[in-house]
Nanobody, 117 residues
Framework: QVQLVESGGGLVQAGGSLRLSCAAS????????MGWYRQAPGNQRELVAA???????NYADSVKGRFTISGDNAKNTVYLQMNSLKPEDTAVYYC???????????WGQGTQVTVSS
């Protein structure tokens, strides 16, 4: 069974930076989308950033200009560089990959990001 393994979360002061990493435990073929979602207490899970096959990138309006997503489809790795962090960025961040071959979404276990004011 494929697992997505995340790392890089933690506690940081407002204005600081963190880099999240995610890698698949086994090869996922035909990845069409790689991305990061987050969920704060009492809120629904929301898209933070995603790379769509073909190269297009989407960001939530709240993180544009501060977060940068990058990744490698062939290596099944995806990263999220988060700069100028704000307390409202505090959430559990989840890695996601969608396979066009299996038509399945794969999710990581989540990594906590806490930004103190």
């Amino acid at each position: 069974q494929v697992q997505l393994v995340e790392s890089g979360g933690g506690l940081v002061q407002a204005g600081g930076s963190l880099r999240l990493s995610c890698a698949a435990s086994r090869t996922i073929f035909s990845v069409r989308k790689m991305g990061w979602y987050r969920q704060a207490p009492g809120n629904q899970r929301e898209l933070v950033a995603a790379i769509i096959s073909g190269g297009s990138i989407n960001y939530a309006d709240s993180v544009k200009g501060r977060f940068t997503i990058s990744g490698d489809n062939a290596k099944n790795t995806v990263y999220l560089q988060m700069n100028s962090l704000k307390p409202e960025d505090t959430a559990v961040y989840y890695c996601n990959m969608y396979s066009g071959l299996t038509t399945r979404d794969y999710w990581g276990q989540g990594t906590q990001v806490t930004v103190s004011s």
